[in-house]
Nanobody, 122 residues
Framework: QVELVEFGGGLVQAGGSLRLSCAAS????????MGWYRQGPGKQRELVAV???????NYADFVKGRFTISRDNSKNTVYLQMNSLNPEDTGVYYC????????????????WGQGTQVTVSS
C-alpha cells in the first residue's frame, strides 16, 4: 500500500551534521503530517519533529535550534537537517506519515519507515 524509505543515516563526529530524507510511495492521495521519531539505546521511541502539509512545524525541546524539518508535498518526502549533533542524538531515526489518505481505503492511516541508524561519536 504505502512504503516509507529513509536515507541519510550514518556515523558522524560530535558537532557534525547529517541530513535525513524519507520518501513515501504508493497509492497516496494526501499526507496530513510527516515527521521523525527516534529511539536511543535502551530508550523509548520519542518525537523529534513533525510538519503538517501546510508547513507548520513542531520540535522536541532537545532539538530546537539544531534540527530543521521540511517537506516536499509534490514528492511526498520529508527531510531532517541535523546540525550540532552530540552523542545523545545517537539512535535509530524513524520516519512517520500520519493521517495518510490511500486510494481505495475510506479512512486515513499511519505508516512507519524501517528506521535509519544515526551514530554520533564523541
Amino acid at each position: 500500500q504505502v512504503e516509507l524509505v529513509e536515507f541519510g543515516g550514518g556515523l558522524v563526529q560530535a558537532g557534525g551534521s547529517l541530513r535525513l530524507s524519507c520518501a513515501a510511495s504508493g497509492r497516496i492521495l494526501s499526507i496530513n503530517v510527516m515527521g521523525w521519531y527516534r529511539q536511543g539505546p535502551g530508550k523509548q521511541r520519542e518525537l523529534v519533529a513533525v510538519i503538517t502539509k501546510g508547513g507548520n512545524t513542531n520540535y522536541a525541546d532537545f532539538v530546537k535550534g539544531r534540527f530543521t524539518i521540511s517537506r516536499d508535498n509534490s514528492k511526498n518526502t520529508v527531510y531532517l537537517q541535523m546540525n550540532s549533533l552530540n552523542p545523545e542524538d545517537t539512535g535509530v531515526y524513524y520516519c512517520n506519515a500520519n493521517q495518510v489518505l490511500v486510494a481505495g481505503f475510506p479512512s486515513r492511516r499511519d505508516f512507519w519507515g524501517q528506521g535509519t541508524q544515526v551514530t554520533v561519536s564523541s
